[in-house]
């Protein structure tokens, strides 16, 4: 039997929507870079990019009507306790894009590669779908919700290189580094029976006080680095079909970084939820059907790259 006791709230049965003003949400972007060839088949190239995305889709509740902190609901627009979803292109719900990459390719001869590095701000108030959190409690979009979004990672590496040792051996390898991501602390919000109060920033910890901005500190996942190998032997020399023995190693550093973190304020708070995938070995082998003769064709012409 239900028990209605202090601090709870009927929510008036199934939820209903309604549709806004809808406008179509717009993408503006600006792009600038180059490139120079330092050496034949290799080259340096340096981009800068821009994107704003504004007026996204997003639903917001229209019929509570919260107190100045979002703590407790003063009364409802229609004077039903029921939840109003609506959905709309609000000008608020937008998000920002900025980045510099600067790569290095190389795309002749025997080690094939191709190295960047980003840096990089992703800001704004909603990050994807419609189904954020802007607009749910209106307080919180003036205070804490205009800032850094879930996958701003301000610095990523990518290498990715390919060596031919052999006409029928090659070996691969690929690396990715990401600095650390937003976290957030979620407070229990009564009226709601959820953690979904923010009394910080998105990427802030609102400290002892948490009322007082000053001892709000940064809270970040920790960076992530990837480094996978990959060996192929071509046994169509050997066998006259196209069969191909293929090792990966996974996860050659053996990390086991936490991806996610529990965010709900509590004795759980700060508890890791997920960690990479452990080193693993992976061995495949790979059969294309009619291939032998065009790749035999393809080794006699290209000297032996496949």
């Keep these: 039997m239900p028990v209605y006791d202090t601090n709870c709230q009927y929510a008036g049965g199934a939820s209903s929507s309604t549709i806004g003003d809808l406008k179509v949400p717009k993408t503006y972007e600006a792009t600038i870079g180059g490139a120079r060839e330092l050496t034949k088949g290799t080259a340096l190239s340096l981009d800068f990019i821009y994107r704003k995305f504004v007026n996204q889709y997003e639903d917001y509740e229209t019929n509570r009507i919260w107190n100045e902190s979002g703590s407790a609901i003063l009364g409802t627009v229609n004077g039903q306790p029921s939840t109003v979803l609506n959905l709309d292109t609000l000008g608020g719900a937008q998000r920002r894009w900025m980045g510099a990459t600067l790569a290095l390719s190389k795309t002749e001869g025997t080690l094939l590669m191709e190295a960047s590095y980003t840096l990089s701000r992703l800001d704004g108030t909603v990050l994807d779908g419609f189904q954020n959190a802007y607009g749910t409690i209106p307080a919180q979009d003036q205070l804490f919700l ?24 090659s070996a691969g390898v690929r690396y990715t580094y990401y600095s650390g991501l937003p976290r957030k602390r979620l407070f ?28 709000d500190f940064i809270i970040r996942t920790p960076d992530q680095q990837d480094f996978n190998v990959q060996v192929r032997m071509q046994l169509l020399p050997f066998i006259g079909h196209d069969v191909s023995f293929i090792v990966q190693v996974l996860n050659v550093l053996a990390l086991r970084t936490p991806l996610t973190f529990n965010n709900n304020d509590g004795a759980a708070y700060g508890t890791v939820l997920t960690r990479m995938e452990p080193f693993r070995i992976r061995v495949g082998i790979d059969y294309a059907f009619g291939g032998g003769d065009r790749r035999a064709q393809r080794m006699r012409e290209t000297g032996g790259s496949m």
Excluded: C
């Excluded at 609102?206 to 009322?211: A, F, I, S, T």
């Design 188 to 215: 229990f919000n009564n009226t709601t029976g959820s953690y979904n109060i923010l009394r910080a920033p998105n990427g802030y910890d609102p400290g002892v006080d948490r009322n007082n901005p000053a001892d």
């Design 146 to 169: 205009n800032g850094y979004l879930d996958d701003d990672h301000r610095h990523e590496v990518k290498v990715v290189a390919d060596w031919v040792i052999q006409p029928w051996l």
